[in-house]
């Protein structure tokens, strides 16, 4: 069975930094890419970024991209968003998706999600 556990939100101050951490099991977790979603307060879920099983390619959506880095470290089964210069608009429930395949945009894309951490950037 897979498990999805995403971590490390908190309330921060525009212009600050969090680091989010995903860990997965039940999978051989190097096979995968690696991707998070965010969806704030009456909106749709979003994508955020996402990264090839090698870790090597990086994608991100335009609203983050300069400020947002992927990496995962296969020793520990765990990707990491860290996220800098954080504005309001980030503002939203993280989550880390999984898929048996490439990186996608969309969420019904993903089989598997992690239960969400909330990131809060107060103006």
């Known amino acids: 069975q897979v498990h999805v556990v995403d971590s490390g939100g908190g309330l921060v101050q525009t212009g600050d930094s969090l680091r989010l951490s995903c860990t997965v099991s039940?999978?051989?977790?190097?096979?995968?890419?690696m991707t998070w979603f965010r969806q704030g307060p009456s909106q749709e879920r979003e994508f955020v970024a996402g990264?090839?099983?090698?870790?090597?390619?990086?994608n991100f959506a335009d609203s983050v991209k300069g400020r947002f880095t992927i990496f995962r470290d296969d020793n520990a089964n765990t990707a990491y968003l860290q996220m800098n210069s954080l504005k309001p608009d980030d503002t939203a429930v993280y989550y880390c998706a999984v898929r048996d395949g490439a990186v996608t945009f969309s969420a019904d894309d993903y089989e598997y999600w992690g239960q969400g951490t909330q990131v809060t950037v107060s103006s």
């Open positions: 039940g999978l051989t977790y190097s096979d995968y890419p």
């Open positions: 990264t090839t099983p090698s870790g090597l390619i990086g």
